[in-house]
């Protein structure tokens, strides 16, 4: 077929699909609005309602901040296990893109006003619009390939790409507007980039007709029917009980701690329950032994994401109060710091990329679960610097940026070996019947690592800065290790899910360079 008669969807550029290329942009200002969002959140409720050179701020406490920070950020992601639950059940992964950028729209076009009402109105609407985009556009990308598509791999880092560089756009740019025009003017600029995301999709969709459609499910032997799994719970004594002791225990939880934990409990026992049933609905030992690793490794991904999201919590506020942030005599807005992850990332994806294939390639060790532990170490040894930054504060009063250009730099490091590890690692384990919904857990896992970020920087106020630096440090690097300890019994458990991967490595770069010479 010429390339004079191929349909728009069929198009490529630079050797990929054109519609990769309308994702990638709608991803890239999504998270645009998103981390520029993240970035004021914590700044602006902790200013003064009397204000500064950027206006007036909520006037709370970091204590009160950082709660709500913390439960903003986790809904964001548990709302992901709904938002794929619409998409695959009721309108496809494209009508919820484009529904959840709408939702988006107006959340941020809500933030710009300065009612209290808006602000937790702008909120909400920001968590649902990223629960129905965020999981639903990573599985369109996947789409526009066929089974055995060596382009595959090389599209989602492009679509990496532009979520790290909608990112480091966002941190770097909305700093200088908050600076210059106020707090408000920095939400409005996020919505200004999400129309342009909409935009963007909506002109797409020819690029896009041929994935994310709705289909229905019926006669499909891999549909998922969560209500079947439930009512097997009934004739499931063990797990009838367990659910039993959990549902007493969010009752508990929701007297003593109040109503939001007390439906946070209720979701997490809904999960808990399904995933109880999924692993005995399991027809073979290999794949139950898998699911149990699968389920452990989110253990790493909570604390992990615990540990790396005080990045726009607490290490926001210390950076805005105790660290020297003038350069050549101008002083650097808090939130461009936040940049310096999304630069590190876009620095250093390959080169750690291509350190763990030398290395597989030579026959050591680099199994996905020894590169999630091996990150969790790197990114709690980058508190050490935060706990030296406190330490010089302590001293003098003020701490040295550089503290903070090293702490994101571990960080970052400690981020490339588990994070895109994590994603990989759920395709290899998950019996394909279920990836979709354990993708979902995956975020949910983010999101809850998210409230606990909330919850360890809320302690900030009454042990101090230093001991929770130093706190974080030691815990991850104790959990980091004993994942390390066990590390030969759980890749037992996984029988041989990655035993093969030199091989196709090998297979795979043959591939793409007889692509290239073609």
Request: contains cysteine; proline residues 2%.
């Amino acid at each position: 077929m010429s390339a004079t008669t191929l349909k728009p969807h069929q198009k490529e550029l630079f050797g990929q699909p054109i519609g990769l290329y309308i994702l990638f942009l709608t991803e890239m200002w999504e998270r645009f609005s998103y981390y520029g969002m993240r970035a004021l959140l914590v700044l602006y409720m902790t200013t003064q309602t009397v204000g500064d050179d950027r206006g007036a701020g909520l006037g709370w406490t970091n204590q009160e901040a950082l709660a709500l920070y913390g439960w903003y950020t986790m809904l964001v992601y548990v709302m992901s296990i709904p938002g794929g639950m619409i998409a695959d059940k009721l309108i496809g992964q494209k009508k919820s893109v484009l529904i959840g950028a709408i939702i988006l729209c107006l959340g941020h076009g809500v933030l710009v006003l300065t009612d209290i009402w808006a602000f937790y109105t702008g909120l909400g609407l920001v968590i649902l619009g990223v629960g129905l985009l965020k999981p639903n556009i990573s599985t369109m990308v996947g789409g526009l390939y066929k089974e055995g598509d060596i382009r595959r791999d090389k599209g989602f880092s492009i679509f990496y790409i532009g979520i790290n560089l909608g990112s480091l756009l966002a941190t770097m740019i909305v700093g200088l507007v908050v600076a210059k025009w106020g707090w408000h003017a920095g939400f409005g600029l996020a919505g200004i980039v999400m129309v342009l995301g909409l935009i963007n999709y909506i002109y797409g969709q020819k690029y896009l007709v041929h994935v994310g459609n709705f289909v229905p499910s019926k006669g499909d032997s891999n549909a998922i029917s969560y209500g079947q799994l439930y009512s097997k719970l009934f004739s499931s004594p063990k797990q009838l009980l367990f659910t039993v002791v959990l549902l007493l225990a969010s009752a508990f939880g929701w007297y003593k701690l109040g109503w939001g934990y007390g439906l946070l409990f209720l979701f997490l026992t809904a999960i808990a329950a399904l995933l109880m049933m999924i692993y005995k609905e399991l027809d073979t030992q290999v794949f139950k032994d898998r699911f149990m690793v699968l389920l452990l490794s989110f253990i790493m991904v909570i604390i992990f994401w615990g540990a790396f999201e005080q990045a726009g919590g607490l290490m926001n506020l210390y950076t805005e109060s105790n660290t020297d942030r003038v350069l050549f005599g101008w002083e650097i807005p808090t939130v461009m710091f936040q940049s310096l992850n999304a630069g590190f990332i876009i620095i250093f994806a390959t080169i750690v990329a291509s350190f763990w294939a030398k290395r597989q390639l030579k026959s050591k060790e680099a199994s996905s679960l020894f590169k999630m532990a091996l990150g969790i170490i790197i990114m709690g040894f980058g508190f050490l610097f935060m706990v030296f930054a406190a330490m010089e504060f302590e001293k003098s009063g003020t701490s040295s940026m550089i503290w903070l250009v090293l702490a994101y730099l571990f960080h970052t490091i400690g981020e490339l070996c588990i994070s895109p590890v994590a994603l990989s690692f759920i395709t290899k384990l998950a019996p394909v019947k279920y990836a979709s919904l354990l993708m979902g857990v995956y975020f949910a896992a983010t999101g809850l690592g998210n409230k606990v970020a909330g919850v360890v920087g809320e302690s900030a106020s009454e042990f101090g800065e230093y001991t929770v630096f130093l706190g974080i440090l030691v815990f991850t690097v104790i959990i980091g290790s004993l994942f390390i300890m066990i590390l030969k019994p759980l890749k037992r458990l996984t029988h041989g899910a990655e035993d093969n991967e030199r091989v196709m490595h090998t297979d795979e770069t043959e591939g793409f360079e007889l692509a290239d010479k073609q």
